[in-house]
T-cell receptor
Framework: AQKVTQAQTEISVVEKEDVTLDCVYETRDTTYYLFWYKQPPSGELVFLIRRNSFDEQNEISGRYSWNFQKSTSSFNFTITASQVVDSAVYFCALGYRGTSYGKLTFGQGTILTVHP | EAGVAQSPRYKIIEKRQSVAFWCNPISGHATLYWYQQILGQGPKLLIQFQNNGVVDDSQLPKDRFSAERLKGVDSTLKIQPAKLEDSAVYLC???????????????FGEGSRLTVL
């Protein structure tokens, strides 16, 4: 069975602090994809990143960075020097190739609040 | 480029009534999804269309939910009769027809928030 766990329900930080959002996943498949989506108050989910299971290279995009470790089944997301505009709900998700390739399994989400 | 359009944004109905939600995906996106997001939870896939055919509807409560995408473009999700537990945000998403069924980026609409009283 596929499962995504985001143990942190809510995180509150002050602007300019670094913050890491944890994501742990479970799957029996050897080929899969991991995603992070951001859900601002307007409601739509915004794609941030996709990683496939064969690529454990960490990635940095501006203030965002992602750490993928297959050994611990984790795909953590760090925001450096957080800003108020980063306040949102962040979801980690698991997806696959094949006939149900759009069937993402989402975690419960982490509510991030960045205070000025 | 226009995003995924959904309507209505909000709907309040009494239990046992019916409701319909509409979605217009991004132009050129062959794949369309309906996800259900209950408050405090992550979205859950209800149904996936590839053009006008159903790819996956394994989590759609077919006794009360139905969805169609007749011309392979816009889609309608219907609930009849609604139950209290159907209160949720219904998110529509679309994606390009990626090769070999690889999971690519999903583009989501703002959702339709349903409250069942």
């Amino acid at each position: 069975a596929q499962k995504v766990t985001q143990a942190q329900t809510e995180i509150s930080v002050v602007e300019k602090e670094d913050v890491t959002l944890d994501c742990v996943y479970e799957t029996r498949d050897t080929t899969y994809y991991l995603f992070w989506y951001k859900q601002p108050p307007s409601g739509e989910l915004v794609f941030l990143i996709r990683r496939n299971s064969f690529d454990e290279q960490n990635e940095i995009s501006g203030r965002y960075s992602w750490n993928f470790q297959k050994s611990t089944s984790s795909f953590n997301f760090t925001i450096t020097a957080s800003q108020v505009v980063d306040s949102a709900v962040y979801f980690c998700a698991l997806g696959y190739r094949g006939t149900s390739y759009g069937k993402l399994t989402f975690g419960q989400g982490t509510i991030l609040t960045v205070h000025p | 480029e226009a995003g995924v359009a959904q309507s209505p944004r909000y709907k309040i109905i009494e239990k046992r009534q019916s409701v319909a939600f509409w979605c217009n995906p991004i132009s050129g996106h062959a794949t369309l999804y309906w996800y259900q997001q209950i408050l405090g939870q992550g979205p859950k896939l209800l149904i996936q269309f590839q053009n006008n055919g159903v790819v996956d509807d394994s989590q759609l409560p077919k006794d009360r939910f139905s969805a169609e995408r007749l011309k392979g473009v816009d889609s309608t999700l219907k609930i009849q009769p609604a139950k209290l537990e159907d209160s949720a945000v219904y998110l529509c998403a679309s994606s390009l027809d990626v090769a070999y069924g690889e999971t690519g980026e999903l583009f989501f609409g703002e959702g339709s928030r349903l409250t069942v009283l």
